[in-house]
Nanobody, 117 residues
């Protein structure tokens, strides 16, 4: 059973940094593309960043390029999203997910990130 558990996040002032973590289990983590998403209440879930199976290629949406870094450790089935120079627009619940077939799944409870002025 695919399971992804997010942790980290919290409250930070604008310009600060946070890191969210994701522990994976129930599938061959090292063989799949994984990603981070975020969601604000009342809005659709938004893809933020993704990383390929061996960790050598990553992709970011324009609004986080240069500020966020996605990484993974296939030995420990863990991935992270390091977020720097945060803005209020980054406030959201952050989710990790695994890309399997034609969709992402493994949605966990998410990690709340709140950026204050």
């Amino acid at each position: 059973q695919v399971q992804l558990v997010e942790s980290g996040g919290g409250l930070v002032q604008a310009g600060g940094s946070l890191r969210v973590s994701c522990e994976a289990s129930g599938f061959a983590f090292s063989t799949f593309y994984v990603g981070w998403f975020r969601q604000v209440p009342g809005e659709a879930r938004e893809f933020v960043a993704g990383i390929n199976a061996d960790g050598k290629r990553s992709y970011y949406i324009d609004s986080v390029k240069g500020r966020f870094t996605i990484s993974r450790d296939n030995t420990n089935n863990t991935m992270w999203l390091q977020m720097n120079n945060l803005t209020c627009e980054d406030t959201a619940v952050y989710y990790c997910a695994v890309h399997r077939g034609i969709r992402y799944d493994g949605w966990g409870q998410g990690a709340q990130v709140t950026v204050s002025l």
